[in-house]
C-alpha cells in the first residue's frame, strides 16, 4: 500500500537520470543511471522504470524534474547541445503509463531544485535565485514564496552579440570546460579538468577560472535584475571543489550593495528530486 507521504521523483539532466522515492527532503531510495547519448525519452525513461520496478506500489504520485521546457505536460529542449530530444515529448502522460498511477507532475530541472533549496535548503524560507552550472545553465526564482514557471530562469540561453548560435551556457558549462580541455587532455571530462587545476595544471585553471568569471558575471547581472537575498549555486560544476571560491573572487570588484551572496546548494545533488517531489505533492 503506497504511503501518501511517499513520492516517487525523477530528476532528468543532460548528464545522469536520477530516480528516488522522497519523503519530505529525506530520499528513501535512489538509482542513478547515465542519460544516454541516444535514443528517444520513451526509451529512456522504459529503462528506467524497469530498473526501479520494485518500488511499484510504494508510490502513488509522482514528480519529474527535466532539463528543458514543459508545457501542456509536454517537454521539448531550448538547446539541444545540452540535452538532444525530440520537440513536445509527451512527458506526462508517458510516466503515468508506465508508472501505472494517474497523479503526474513536471517541471523543468532547475526550477525544480529551487522550491528544493527554498523549501527545504540553503534558501531557508527566503526568496532566491538557483543557479545550477552543470551540464548546461539552468535557473530557477522563488519570489514572494512563489515558483515561476515557463522560461524563468533560464539563464543559459542569454545570448550575445558576436556569439551567432552559442548561447551562454555554450560558453560556461561542463560542455564547454571538457571541449576547452581537448588540446591538453583529449577525452576529458569537466570533473577531469577540475582534478587537472587542482593538481597544478595551469591550462585547467585557466579553463575554470574563464568559466567562473562567466558565471560571476552572469550573477551580477542577476542580482540588478532581481536583487535576490541570495543566489544559491548548485550542479555538478557549480559545487566542483574551488569553483564557488572563484566566483566569489572575480565579483570581489563589485561594491557591496551589488555584490550577489552566493551560498552552495545545501540538498546538492538531490535538490532536484526534493524539489519535484514537494511541487507534485502540492498539486494534488
Ligand atoms: C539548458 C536547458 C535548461 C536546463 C539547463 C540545465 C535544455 C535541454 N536544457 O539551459 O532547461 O535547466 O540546461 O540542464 O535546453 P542540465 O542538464 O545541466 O541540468
Not at 551562454?168 to 579538468?193: F, K, M, Q
Not at 549555486?233 to 566569489?248: M, N, Q
Request: aromatic share 6%.
Amino acid at each position: 500500500m503506497a504511503r501518501p507521504d511517499t513520492i516517487l521523483a525523477l530528476d532528468i539532466g543532460g548528464t545522469k537520470m536520477l530516480a528516488a522515492l522522497v519523503r519530505g527532503d529525506t530520499v528513501v531510495e535512489a538509482h542513478t543511471m547515465a542519460t544516454p547519448r541516444n535514443g528517444d525519452p520513451e526509451a529512456w525513461l522504459t529503462a528506467l522504470f524497469s530498473a526501479i520496478a520494485g518500488w511499484k506500489g510504494r508510490y502513488d504520485t509522482a514528480g519529474i524534474a527535466v532539463s528543458g521546457i514543459i508545457d501542456e505536460g509536454c517537454w521539448s529542449p531550448l538547446n539541444r547541445r545540452t540535452l538532444d530530444i525530440p520537440d513536445r515529448f509527451p512527458l506526462v502522460a508517458t510516466v503515468a503509463r508506465l508508472a501505472g498511477i494517474d497523479r503526474v507532475f513536471a517541471a523543468n530541472d532547475a526550477q525544480a531544485a529551487a522550491w528544493g533549496e527554498y523549501a527545504f535548503g540553503a534558501g531557508q524560507g527566503h526568496d532566491l535565485v538557483f543557479l545550477t552550472v552543470s551540464t548546461g545553465i539552468g535557473g530557477g526564482i522563488v519570489v514572494g514564496g512563489r515558483l515561476l514557471g515557463g522560461l524563468a530562469g533560464h539563464f543559459g540561453q542569454f545570448r550575445s552579440l558576436g556569439e551567432e548560435g552559442r548561447t551562454l551556457e555554450d560558453r560556461v558549462s561542463g560542455n564547454w570546460i571538457a571541449a576547452e580541455a581537448a588540446p591538453y587532455l583529449p577525452g576529458a571530462t569537466a570533473r577531469d579538468v577540475f582534478e587537472a587545476a587542482a593538481g597544478g595544471e595551469g591550462w585547467a585553471a585557466t579553463i575554470v577560472n574563464a568559466s567562473a568569471r562567466e558565471t560571476a558575471l552572469l550573477c551580477g547581472n542577476i542580482q540588478l535584475a532581481l536583487d535576490p537575498a541570495r543566489i544559491v549555486i548548485g550542479g555538478g560544476i557549480g559545487l566542483a571543489p574551488g569553483y564557488l571560491e572563484s566566483v566569489r573572487q572575480a565579483l570581489a570588484g563589485l561594491p557591496p550593495r551589488l555584490t550577489p551572496q552566493l551560498h552552495p546548494a545545501a540538498l546538492a545533488e538531490k535538490a532536484g528530486v526534493v524539489g519535484i517531489a514537494d511541487l507534485a505533492r502540492r498539486q494534488n
